[in-house]
């Protein structure tokens, strides 16, 4: 017999079994009816020969481990699920400090800190910010030395953390 022609005989015989061992385990049938039908459809998906006297265990091991990735699933849903609405709750009004920047208002405390920066520097870090461009390609599109733009971005870098500490 072939691989699929045995899990056509397990399936017909021992997919009751098995929807009852993972259904005890989850509480729920039609969750339980999702990992039996993942378990049927790994079992397919193997390549390896499959042997009738270990089907059995092999089966049950797939659905096991199917259960402790559902419940690890479930934990950290859960999980962020509380921590969104912690976060949601954490964000008032009356606690403005503690809101997100928007992009538009991060946008504008950089343009207030590059007025702090030589012309120069300030048209360089912003082909490096807003186009996303490497030292190189800036190099290349202003035909500048490679170290010089290094070294105009790195003084733009400077001026900008500093006024974005005095800032928050």
């Not at 397990?10 to 009751?16: F, L, R, T, V």
């Not at 729920?28 to 397919?44: K, S, T």
């Not at 265990?57 to 912690?86: E, G, H, P, V």
Request: glycine share 4%; hydrophobic share 40%; proline share 2%.
């Amino acid at each position: 017999m072939n691989n699929l022609q045995i899990i056509e005989y397990y399936y017909q015989y021992h997919q009751a079994e098995l929807l009852a061992f993972v259904s005890s385990r989850l509480g729920g049938i039609e969750e339980a009816e999702d990992i039996v039908q993942d378990v049927f459809l790994r079992l397919l998906q193997n390549t390896s020969p499959i042997i009738e006297g270990t089907l059995h265990a092999l089966a049950f091991t797939i659905a096991r481990n199917l259960i402790t990735d559902y419940y690890r699933r479930k934990q950290w849903a859960t999980k962020y699920s509380m921590q969104s609405l912690d976060y949601k709750q954490a964000i008032t009004a009356d606690d403005e400090a503690a809101r997100p920047l928007s992009v538009h208002e991060m946008t504008a405390f950089l343009e207030r800190g590059l007025l702090r920066v030589p012309e120069k520097c300030r048209e360089l870090y912003r082909m490096h910010i807003y186009d996303g461009m490497q030292v190189s390609d800036i190099s290349q599109q202003t035909g500048e030395n490679y170290k010089s733009v290094e070294y105009r971005l790195g003084i733009a870098r400077k001026e900008i953390r500093k006024f974005l500490r005095h800032i928050s």
